[in-house]
């Protein structure tokens, strides 16, 4: 962007003021530059969020923006290599290390867009199951190496123990083949359904109870408070890929629709 062009200081600008004097900008030469599109991009740690103008100049896209917002991470390098920013309930992969097989780890719930870029002796990426199928494909855009990356749809350990097993053995299985501790309190395995709500009662959920389950339709009820739980509690209900509609409760079912999904 030309230095002549007004800028947006600090953290949080006024979009519209900036847009206004923006357009001002261009208009005195001439120029219409519409609003296009809106962007989110992982810049070194900070995230940087931009409105893009754009006009058809002497038969050419001539492109600018403005800068709407700018988030500030704080971020962390491990001995490998890669580097991360400290996220909301978890981290974003900021930079990949240059090794030839890579395992971001399952705590990454974001790319940054530039993350293997300069990376030329990555060649295997597993991608685990909390980053979702557009973070994989914005970062690879800009990546200019060839990858396979093995995306997984759920963890990358989904081995029960054999307490697990033998308490799923033991428990009580309802007619959608679902199966419950004894005591009913505890969902510890789940099976394919189309529509399936857990009973309200059920306190907990097995964090590997989903793994290999295709629901497209599931009721989670209030009682298993699942907002209080830490990332590592939280049951793994599979990548964007797999899964389906997850609807948590705040209330009986009794109540009718739940606030979150009106």
Not at 21 to 29: H, I, P, S, V
Not at 66 to 77: L, P
Not at 132 to 154: C, F, G, P, R, V
Not at 160 to 189: H, M, N
């Amino acid at each position: 962007m030309s230095d002549d062009v007004p800028m947006a200081c600090g953290d949080v600008c006024e979009i519209n003021d900036m847009l206004d004097r923006l357009k001002t900008f261009y208009r005195e030469q001439g120029l219409e530059m519409p609003v296009t599109f809106e962007s989110v991009d992982v810049e070194d740690g900070h995230e940087v969020e931009r409105l893009w103008l754009a006009d058809m100049v002497d038969g050419k896209w001539v492109e600018d923006y403005v800068t709407v917002n700018r988030t500030v991470y704080d971020t962390v390098a491990e001995e490998d290599g890669a580097v991360f920013a400290l996220i909301e309930n978890g981290r974003m992969l900021v930079k990949a290390p240059n090794v030839k097989h890579y395992r971001i780890p399952e705590d990454v719930y974001r790319i940054a867009d530039h993350a293997f870029l300069g990376c030329s002796e990555l060649t295997d990426i597993d991608v685990p199951y909390g980053i979702s199928n557009y973070e994989i494909e914005k970062s690879l855009e800009q990546s200019h190496t060839k990858m396979h990356i093995h995306a997984w749809d759920w963890a990358y350990d989904n081995t029960r123990s054999p307490e697990l097993e033998k308490e799923i053995a033991e428990g009580w299985t309802d007619d959608y083949g679902f199966v419950y501790s004894q005591d009913r309190k505890r969902l510890l395995k789940a099976a394919n359904a189309e529509i399936y709500k857990i009973p309200e009662g059920v306190e907990s959920i097995d964090r590997l109870a989903f793994v290999h389950c295709v629901i497209k339709e599931l009721h989670i009820p209030y009682t298993c408070n699942l907002e209080k739980l830490s990332p590592e509690e939280c049951p793994i209900f599979g990548s964007d890929r797999v899964q389906g509609c997850i609807y948590p409760w705040d209330k009986p079912y009794s109540e009718g629709a739940n606030d979150e999904f009106q």
